[in-house]
């Protein structure tokens, strides 16, 4: 499966020309992944995860501004970033469902307007954005990104077959229970929502490589969780490759016709979560488990 | 003095408005215990509404009012009968119908934008009034005072619902117990989607006066007045919908104090509110402590 995963994506370059396209596609498979990890394990949905890439994003490119380190440690940096992002936005899983979902979206917010804001100007670049294009690296950018692809797949894959998915899986179902047969709740969430929210970081942080200019609108518009919450809806929370063939479907259709025609591709995107809510909750992939078919 | 002063009485005015504003997803919630989080959506409708009715045909906004209120009911019964009773069947309908409805936002802004195009509206400054009204030596222009006084009237109307008349007892049943309700022979599905249809034309309502209180209006204010209204609800405390009258007064001042002496941190405010009011005090100001685990 990464193997596949890998494959696909160092061969694809070579027969498809829109390499920052591929790109894209991937940043967004990764964070399609690293929100089912959070809401398809634990039921927790995260409005704001954007929050969590443009944390990364930040991070990174203030690294390579002021550190000097090499810019895969800065990367890695803007990941840790949002983890302690995370530490710090952690008394939000004491919520539940559409509060805690609210809150984070209301937290992320914060963070972009105290980013954007003019009197940071010297620090964050306010609504100018920063530049890195001194570490301009598309080639080596893509390969992180592949490693970060990689490594939210093998997290879902671990959450999958461990035993501590299965407990995520048993918390969500019914908390009460699942605290009586000695799982710490508490701890694995906040496991959980730290891992997901360092997937979104090095997401970030190699998207900001990638991009090496960017606005802060580019890293905390709302659009992004938005697609990444459809994305991994459209294939199935709860699995391995339902968020990949979510991302993968969605955004080519996005692609395709999203990019000319937003309105249309909104409209269709919309009616697609309605759909999805009121017929198939599971996903697309709830077609095969319906059948029968194990998907993994 | 004069800048508190200001600050002060726009707080209030603005804040009865924004009362408005967030009453009606506040109203659907506690009914139903379903989220809206088309919430902003319509009310960007009810904006459009409000410009049709002045620019295109030529009235004055205000009869945007009964306007949307017939939107309201064509909208609101179909809408209502199509998803609420098979989310209210489903296991987490608090949960579904939050990303349902954020589908059903999405579809709405998508149709605003195709309908209306993406340029910022505005309507005639002179429509309500192009004078100021001075309390305190305090001027604000006529429309906001239009607006706060509409808005009494919408609020004032559903509690005399609520407290005068059989159908608002039954409202109130359910709000307090959804199966006692059933029990003891209410129609909870007639009383929930006259509740809808009320909850979005009050949306609607507020959305008429947007433009004015903003300045313009564009499809994609939605998503954050939904925020802002959550932050209103969240603030009075969810599923008591008069509770939202304290929170519209609380933003309203905060936003207006912020306004006044650090403007550029100004949009903060509702968001630090909300992350603030949620984790100090889940169920709002007024609320009864409720929460689950």
């Known amino acids: 499966m990464l ?11 070579h027969v498809y020309g829109n390499e920052s396209l ?14 089912n990890l959070l809401y398809g394990f634990t039921g927790y949905l995260p409005f704001g995860y954007v929050g969590f890439f443009g944390c990364g994003a930040y991070a990174t490119s203030l690294l390579v501004l002021h550190s000097g380190l090499p810019v895969l440690l800065c990367v890695v940096g803007g ?36 980013v954007s804001n003019t009197n940071l100007a ?22 992180t990104m592949l490693a970060v692809l990689v490594l939210a797949t093998a997290l879902a894959a671990y959450f999958r077959v461990s035993a501590f998915g299965m407990g995520l899986r048993a918390t969500r179902q019914d908390p009460v229970s699942a605290s009586m047969v000695g799982i710490n709740i ?34 905390f518009t709302l659009q992004i969780s938005v697609f990444a919450i459809v994305f991994s809806l459209f294939g199935g929370v709860g699995t391995v490759i339902g968020p990949i063939i979510g991302a993968g479907v969605l955004y080519s259709l996005y692609s395709a016709i999203g990019i000319s025609e937003p309105q249309y591709f909104q409209l269709i995107y919309g009616g697609l979560i309605v759909l999805l809510v009121l017929f198939m909750p599971g996903g697309v992939l709830s077609l095969l488990t319906r059948r029968g078919v194990r998907v993994f | 003095m004069e800048l508190l002063e200001y600050a002060i009485i726009g707080g209030i005015l603005y804040g009865i408005y924004f009362s408005l504003i967030g009453i009606g997803l506040n109203l659907i919630f506690g009914v139903m215990r379903i989220i809206n989080l088309a919430h902003g959506q319509f009310i960007v409708l009810g904006a459009y509404a409000a410009w049709l009715v002045s620019r295109h045909f030529g009235f004055n906004p205000l009869w945007g009012v009964p306007t949307v209120f017939v939107a309201a009911i064509v909208i609101g019964y179909p809408l209502y009968y199509a998803v609420v009773p098979r989310l209210q069947r489903s296991g987490d309908p608090e949960m579904l119908s939050f990303i349902l409805f954020f589908g059903v936002g999405q579809m709405l802004e998508a149709l605003t934008g195709l309908g209306f195009g993406a340029d910022q509206r505005s309507l005639p400054s002179e429509a309500l009034g192009s004078g100021n009204l001075g309390v305190f030596g305090q001027e604000f222009p006529d429309s906001w005072w239009w607006a706060a006084g509409v808005s009494i009237a919408a609020i004032v109307a559903l509690w005399l ?6 159908l608002g007892y039954a409202t109130r049943a359910i709000m307090a117990s959804r199966e006692e309700a059933l029990a ?3 129609n909870v599905n007639k009383v929930s989607a006259l509740a809808f249809v ?71 405010v509702p968001y630090v509110l909300l992350l603030v009011i949620v984790l100090i005090r889940p169920t709002g100001l007024l609320g009864k402590a409720v929460r689950s685990v």
């Open chain 1, 79 to 114: 990941g840790l970033a949002a983890v302690v992002m995370g530490l710090i936005l952690g008394p939000l899983l004491r919520l539940s469902g559409a509060y805690f979902s609210i809150a984070s979206l209301a937290a992320s917010q914060i963070l972009y307007f105290v």
């Open chain 2, 184 to 186: 003891t022979g209410i």
């Open chain 2, 198 to 268: 009320a909850g979005l034309a009050l949306a609607g309502i507020a959305g008429v006066f947007l433009p004015y209180l903003l300045g313009s209006v564009s499809p994609d204010l939605g998503d954050s007045l939904t925020t802002t209204s959550f932050a209103i609800v969240i603030i009075g405390s969810l599923g008591n919908p008069l509770g939202t009258i304290i929170g519209g007064l609380v933003f309203g001042l905060g936003t207006m104090l912020m306004q006044t002496y650090y403007s550029s941190w100004s949009n903060l």
């Open chain 1, 3 to 13: 193997a596949l995963l890998i494959a696909v994506f160092l061969f694809l370059p």
């Open chain 1, 22 to 35: 591929l790109f894209t596609l991937m940043t967004f498979i990764v964070l399609a992944q690293g929100l």
């Open chain 1, 186 to 219: 508490v701890r694995a969430r906040l496991i959980t929502w730290l891992i997901s929210a360092g997937v979104a970081g090095l997401a970030g942080g190699a998207y900001a490589w990638n991009l090496s200019v960017f606005y802060p609108e580019a890293v």
């Open chain 2, 161 to 166: 619902y609520f407290t005068r008349t059989r």
């Open chain 1, 122 to 143: 010297d620090i964050t670049g306010g609504p100018y954005g920063l530049k890195i294009e001194q570490v301009y690296a598309p080639t080596a950018s893509y390969h």
